[in-house]
Nanobody, 121 residues
């Protein structure tokens, strides 16, 4: 099994910044894509950004130019630097990892429990 633990959420004023981190632990053989999703109150969960093991990134249009995803493969950790935060960014942010564990034939997507980001004055 793979466990994902997010950190870095909190309350921030509009225009402010936050940095989320997510560490993957467990009997990990390899991790492919890692990413961040978010779910705002009353809305569907949506992809924010993801990054492959090779460093290729993909962003939702609403966060391009404001958010930056990165990862440390040696630490099995993914980060999300969020700048220029807006009230519309208020959501629970979930970390994901497409990973294969020791002895597993096929990989699967693992999810963290989420961290709340609130943007408000």
């Amino acid at each position: 099994q793979v466990q994902l633990v997010e950190s870095g959420g909190g309350l921030v004023q509009p225009g402010g910044s936050l940095r989320l981190a997510c560490a993957a632990t467990g009997s990990i053989f390899s991790i492919y894509t890692m990413g961040w999703y978010r779910q705002a109150p009353g809305k569907e969960r949506e992809l924010v950004a993801d990054i492959t093991s090779g460093g290729n990134t993909n962003y939702a249009g609403s966060v391009k130019g404001r958010f930056t995803i990165s990862r440390d493969n040696a630490k099995n950790t993914v980060y999300l630097q969020m700048n220029g935060l807006k009230p519309d960014d208020t959501a629970i942010f979930y970390c994901t990892a497409d990973a294969k564990t020791m002895g597993q034939l096929y990989g699967m997507r693992y999810w963290g429990k989420g961290t709340l980001v609130t943007v408000s004055s």
